[in-house]
């Protein structure tokens, strides 16, 4: 039998991924952002930058910009991916494409897909289910709602996110790539109103106890869990010391001069 301890890409580098979800407009518009973002950062010790593009512009942050790149620090990230690896599902990108695109990384479950998309749990099981069967990793967004703001409906909501994507995970395949999990209270995505990380780390030491009881130890213990939500350069470090592993962010991570600022304040923690 093979020995899952071995094969499991342990990684407990921070990781500072930039969403940038339906932005910019333009091919040019995103070698220049990428160009700006990769000016500003350099010496990077303990840290990764994921850099998550919509999907046409993947090729040219990985060519023009990424593989050039001398240090490991950056990798190449995608917003979405569909449950099956090819057929007759016009509009949908697969996972093994996204693969052959020296894609490393997915979000998946991110609450804009699931507000606007009608993505479910269910949904988002499949997804994983063939993520985790290319090798890829997926960096899997939970969180609860305004409405579920209160302590015992957010371990309610969480719980049930971990429950029904995590589990069918251990019937087929344990996976051997990295595993990201992202913290995302849906009222602090966008809005400004970020999470105190007081109540943060509620939710995090919360996450941890789940995935002992859904997986195996020395799966549970190697997934780095992140923070998400209206993350700016005041804020970063905050969530980094009260122990999440790394930053998921949206609307900063389109402003070179903040997103550079933020990646360089977690890499001094
Ligand atoms: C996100 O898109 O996951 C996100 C956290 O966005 P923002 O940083 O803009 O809140």
Redesign the pocket.
């Known amino acids: 039998m093979v020995n899952n301890l071995n094969i499991i890409n342990v990684n407990q580098k921070i990781v500072i991924?930039a969403?940038w979800?339906c932005n910019p407009s333009t091919e040019r518009e995103a070698e220049n952002l990428l160009r700006e973002i990769k000016k500003g950062i350099k010496k990077i010790r303990n840290t990764e930058v994921i850099i998550v593009p919509p999907f046409v512009y993947l090729p040219v942050v990985r060519d023009k910009i990424l593989l050039k790149s001398k240090e490991g620090i950056w990798k190449v990230g995608a917003q979405n991916c569909f449950w099956e690896n090819s057929g007759a599902f016009t509009g949908e990108i697969s996972p093994l494409m996204l693969k052959e695109l020296g894609v490393e990384y997915v979000?998946l479950g991110?609450?804009?897909r699931r507000i606007y998309f009608g993505e479910t749990d269910e949904v988002i099981a499949k997804k994983l289910k063939v993520i985790l069967e290319n090798k890829l990793s997926p960096i899997l967004?939970i969180g609860e709602t305004k409405e579920g703001r209160e302590e015992k409906k957010i371990e309610k909501v969480l719980k049930r996110q971990l429950k029904e994507i995590l589990s069918p995970i251990s019937r087929f395949s344990l996976p051997t790539s990295d595993l990201v999990i992202?913290y995302?209270p849906i009222w602090?995505?966008?809005?400004?109103d970020?999470c105190s990380p007081d109540e943060a780390k509620k939710a995090l030491l919360f996450i941890k106890k789940e995935l002992i009881e859904i997986l195996p130890r020395y799966l549970s213990q190697n997934i780095r869990i992140i923070y998400?939500?209206?993350?700016?350069s005041e804020n970063a470090k905050n969530y980094i010391n009260i122990g999440f592993k790394g930053l998921?962010?949206?609307?900063?991570?389109l402003i070179p001069q903040e997103f550079i600022k933020i990646v360089n304040s977690c890499n001094l923690q």
């Open positions: 991924i969403n979800k979000i991110h609450s804009e967004c992202a995302e602090a995505i966008g809005t400004g970020f998400g939500g209206s993350v700016d998921l962010i949206g609307g900063a991570s």
